[in-house]
C-alpha cells in the first residue's frame, strides 16, 4: 500500500474537489486534523482529514496526521511563511501534492517504464536522492537523470515529483 496523499491547496474550490476525489476513493472525510484515534498508525482506517491551515499549532497537527498515516487536504496562502513551512514538514513525509496537481495526468496501463527507470522511480518514491538511487541501482547520476527524463517523457509530465505521482498511481492498478 502507498502512502496516503498529502494535499496542500490554495483554494478552498481545490479542496472540495480533491476531498471529493478522495470519498470516491474510498477515503473518510473529516474536517479538522485532530485524531480521535489512540491507535498511533491510522492508516487502515483510511481517514482524510480537511480543513484551513492558520497558525503552527494546526502545521503540526497535520503533520502529526500525515506521519500517522491519515491522507490530509490542507488550505493555505502559498505566498505565506506558515504554508511554506507546512510543505516542508509534510514534504519530509514523502510527495506533497500542490494545485497544479489537483488533476493528475492521466496515465494507462500501457505506459511502459524498462526496468531501470521503474527502480529509480521506485527509490524516489521511497524518499532517496537521484544520487543515492542511482548510486544504489549502480548508474551514473548522469544516466540516472537520462532515464528519469525519459520516464516524465513517457508519462507526458515536466517534474520529476510528477514522474514519480505518475508511477506510483500506475502501480496501484
Do not use: K
Not at 491519515?70 to 505565506?80: F, L
Amino acid at each position: 500500500m502507498s502512502a496516503p496523499p498529502r494535499y496542500v491547496l490554495d483554494t478552498v474550490a481545490d479542496a472540495t474537489t480533491v476531498t471529493r476525489r478522495l470519498t470516491r476513493d474510498g477515503w473518510t472525510p473529516r474536517e479538522g486534523f485532530a485524531l480521535p484515534d489512540a491507535n498511533w498508525d491510522v492508516t487502515t482506517s483510511r481517514l482524510a482529514l480537511f480543513g484551513r491551515v492558520t497558525d503552527t499549532d494546526t502545521v503540526a497537527l497535520v503533520t502529526l496526521a500525515a506521519a500517522r498515516g491519515a491522507a490530509v487536504v490542507a488550505i493555505c496562502d502559498p505566498a505565506s511563511d506558515l504554508c511554506h513551512a507546512l510543505v516542508d514538514d509534510l514534504g519530509r513525509l514523502g510527495p506533497v501534492l500542490r494545485r497544479s496537481e489537483v488533476d493528475p495526468p492521466t496515465i494507462t496501463d500501457d505506459t511502459v517504464l524498462v526496468p531501470e527507470q521503474r527502480a529509480l522511480l521506485e527509490r524516489l518514491a521511497n524518499g532517496e536522492t537521484i544520487a543515492a538511487a542511482a548510486a544504489a541501482e549502480f548508474l551514473s547520476l548522469r544516466t540516472a537523470n537520462r532515464r528519469i527524463a525519459q520516464a516524465r517523457a513517457a508519462y507526458g509530465v515536466r517534474t520529476t515529483r510528477e514522474a514519480v505521482l505518475a508511477y506510483l498511481r500506475q502501480r496501484q492498478r
